[in-house]
């Protein structure tokens, strides 16, 4: 059974730290692209920050996150991470890891694997 669980979530001051995990079980993350998603109350989802797979290890971000935010892998610990720093009020939203065997994709779209969604609150 495949299972992808985030953590790392919580509330931080504008400015502030946090950093995502997303660990994987029943498939090897470097085997598949990865996708950090967002979704904030009342607005669709969007793409973050994605990362291939492989020795690839090409990243993209959205404009919104560029600068702050860093997405990486621990192979050896099956999981990929999401460094978001100097965080604004804006960020605040449930955010989700995702996994996809074919071509990387920064849009929501044919991702194979979903997990359950941490939240991010920034407020002072």
């Known amino acids: 059974q495949v299972q992808l669980v985030e953590s790392g979530g919580g509330l931080v001051q504008p400015g502030g730290s946090l950093r995502l995990s997303c660990a994987a079980s029943?498939?090897?993350?470097?085997?598949?692209?990865i996708g950090w998603f967002r979704q904030a109350p009342g607005k669709e989802r969007e793409g973050v920050s994605c990362?291939?797979?492989?020795?690839?290890?090409?990243?993209y971000n959205a404009d919104s996150v560029k600068g702050r935010f860093t997405i990486s892998r621990d192979n050896a610990k099956n999981t990929v991470y999401l460094q978001m720093n100097s965080l604004k009020p804006e960020d605040t939203a449930v955010y989700s890891c995702?996994?996809?065997?074919?071509?990387?994709?920064?849009?929501?779209?044919?991702?194979?694997?979903w997990g359950q969604g941490t939240q991010v609150t920034v407020s002072s």
């Open positions: 029943g498939l090897t993350l470097d085997d598949y692209n």
């Open positions: 995702a996994a996809r065997r074919l071509t990387i994709r920064t849009t929501p779209v044919g991702y194979d694997y």
């Open positions: 990362i291939s797979s492989n020795s690839d290890g090409m990243t």
